[in-house]
């Protein structure tokens, strides 16, 4: 069964930076699809960026140019690096793999906050 730990999170200022990190058991990680995604309070989850098992990326028009996804293969870790941080990004953020599991990680925090 695969397993997905979300970390990294926190309270950032506006403007502020953040990377997140998931670590995903399971050896079949690299043939997969991976993504990142939020949910705010009173919100319905939503995607924030993918990236094909090849590493190629694509980003919701609201966070492009500001995060970036990245993975490693080696290591069974996908992450989002996040700038120019808004209060709107504030959320759990979780990740998963493509297409989804049913099982999701706790996710990690991210608060934008003055």
């Known amino acids: 069964q695969v397993r997905l ?12 930076s953040l990377r997140l990190s998931c670590a995903a058991s399971g050896s079949i990680f690299s043939m997969y699809a991976m993504g990142w995604f939020r949910q705010a309070p009173g919100k319905q989850r939503e995607s924030v960026a993918s990236i094909t ?3 190629t990326p694509m980003y919701a028009d609201s966070v492009q140019g500001r995060f970036t996804i990245s993975r490693d293969n080696a290591k069974n870790t996908v992450d989002l690096q996040m700038a120019s941080l808004k209060p709107e990004d504030t959320a759990v953020y979780y990740c998963n793999r493509i ?15 003055s």
């Open 53 to 55: 098992s090849g590493g």
């Open 5 to 16: 730990v979300e970390s990294g999170g926190g309270l950032v200022q506006p403007g502020g």
């Open 99 to 113: 297409p989804l599991l049913d099982s999701w990680g706790l996710g990690t925090q991210v608060t934008v906050s």
